[in-house]
T-cell receptor, first 117, second 117 residues
Framework: KAGVTQTPRYLIKTRGQQVTLSCSPI?????VSWYQQTPGQGLQFLFE???????NKGNFPGRFSGRQFSNSRSEMNVSTLELGDSALYLC????????????????FGNGTRLTVT | AQKVTQAQTEISVVEKEDVTLDCVYE???????LFWYKQPPSGELVFLIR??????QNEISGRYSWNFQKSTSSFNFTITASQVVDSAVYFC??????????????FGTGTRLTVIP
C-alpha cells in the first residue's frame, strides 16, 4: 500500500498570502488528521476529518481551515499568513471507525515545510 | 486535561549502549491509549507501539522494549544495543476518548536520541 502523500514538500510564502496543503491518505483510511510541528511548540493538533466531517479541532485561529473530500483526500488552508505559521505541517491517516478513531495508530506523511517570509 | 512529559530533551549514547527514554503522562480518564512514535530526519513520524490503559504487560520487539506502569503513570521505552539508525526524535503520545470518538492524540515534546558510532 502506498503511504500518506503530502504535497508540496516545501513552500515559501510571504506574509498576508494564503496557502493550501494537500494530503492523500492510505487507501481505505477514512480518518485524516493534521498537525503543526514547530521547534518551540512541538506537535500541535489542528483538526481531524472523518467521512468529510470535521470531528475534532485543536486550539488554532480561524485562519486555519480544512476539508475532506469523498475520496478521503484532505486539504488544509491557512489564510493571511503570519511569520509564526512557519512550520512543518504533518498529515496523518488512520483506519478509524465511524464511532471512534482515537485508539487507532496514525500513519504520517513526510510533511509540508512551510516558510513564511 | 491531558499532558505528556518527556523530560529528556536530548540524549547521546555510544553505539551498542542501552538507552531508556522516559515518558510520564497525566489524565483523569480511566480508559486511554499510549503510543510511541519515531521521527527520523526525513520528517515522517513512524508508529512504534500502542498500549491501552488496561494492559500493563511489558512488551518486547527485537531491540525495543516498553515498560508501562500505571502506578507511576509512566510508559518508558528502552532500546537495547543501540545502533546509528536509531538516531531520531522519539515522541510519546496519549489519547483519550472524546464525545465524537475523534482522534485526540496529544504528543510530548520529544526526545532527540543521537547514537554515536
Amino acid at each position: 500500500k502506498a503511504g500518506v502523500t503530502q504535497t508540496p514538500r516545501y513552500l515559501i510564502k510571504t506574509r498576508g498570502q494564503q496557502v493550501t496543503l494537500s494530503c492523500s491518505p492510505i487507501s481505505g483510511h477514512r480518518s485524516v488528521s493534521w498537525y503543526q510541528q514547530t521547534p518551540g511548540q512541538g506537535l500541535q493538533f489542528l483538526f481531524e476529518y472523518f467521512s468529510e466531517t470535521q470531528r475534532n479541532k485543536g486550539n488554532f485561529p480561524g485562519r486555519f481551515s480544512g476539508r475532506q473530500f469523498s475520496n478521503s483526500r484532505s486539504e488544509m488552508n491557512v489564510s493571511t499568513l503570519e511569520l509564526g505559521d512557519s512550520a512543518l505541517y504533518l498529515c496523518a491517516s488512520s483506519q478509524g471507525q465511524l464511532a471512534s478513531s482515537y485508539n487507532s495508530p496514525l500513519h504520517f506523511g513526510n510533511g509540508t515545510r512551510l516558510t513564511v517570509t | 486535561a491531558q499532558k505528556v512529559t518527556q523530560a529528556q530533551t536530548e540524549i547521546s549514547v555510544v553505539e551498542k549502549e542501552d538507552v531508556t527514554l522516559d515518558c510520564v503522562y497525566e489524565t483523569r480518564d480511566t480508559t486511554y491509549y499510549l503510543f510511541w512514535y519515531k521521527q527520523p530526519p526525513s520528517g515522517e513520524l513512524v508508529f512504534l507501539i500502542r498500549r491501552n490503559s488496561f494492559d500493563e504487560q511489558n512488551e518486547i520487539s527485537g531491540r525495543y522494549s516498553w515498560n508501562f506502569q500505571k502506578s507511576t503513570s509512566s510508559f518508558n521505552f528502552t532500546i537495547t544495543a543501540s545502533q546509528v539508525v536509531d538516531s531520531a526524535v522519539y515522541f510519546c503520545a496519549l489519547s483519550v476518548r472524546i464525545q465524537t470518538g475523534a482522534n485526540n492524540l496529544f504528543f510530548g515534546t520529544g526526545t532527540r536520541l543521537t547514537v554515536i558510532p
